[in-house]
């Protein structure tokens, strides 16, 4: 890109924004095929993992299945997730970098 004296670039990121306070009620899981599968088997599960693949159905926060189960959630729920087990159902909210600051 040419740019004449005077003229000035600016380029702003977007990075998607993800606030910790909002995590309990901004993700909603839901099963995944795997996690079908492996509740055919319980066996092959611990007990709290197996009732939280039972509970998340797409339409409750984490906050929700927390209060469900009587404990956070959020750790099993990302580790679920991280082994395919568990989906998020939203997509992030997208925001510019400086919102951040704010």
């Keep these: 890109m040419n740019l004449s004296h005077g003229q000035a ?3 702003r990121e977007v990075t998607p924004l993800v606030h910790p ?3 309990m ?3 909603l899981y839901t099963k995944t095929p795997r996690a079908w ?3 055919a088997r319980p066996d092959g599960l611990d007990r709290r993992a197996h009732t939280l693949l039972l509970m998340a159905n797409g339409r409750r926060s984490l906050r929700e299945l927390s209060r469900l189960l009587g ?3 959020r750790d099993l729920a990302h ?3 991280a082994q395919g087990y568990l989906q998020n159902t939203q997509v992030p ?3 510019e970098a400086d919102d951040e600051a704010a």
């Design 9 to 11: 670039c600016f380029h």
């Design 21 to 23: 306070h909002r995590d």
């Design 25 to 27: 009620e901004g993700k």
């Design 37 to 39: 599968e492996a509740l």
């Design 71 to 73: 404990e956070d959630v």
């Design 79 to 81: 580790e679920l997730a």
């Design 93 to 95: 909210v997208l925001a």
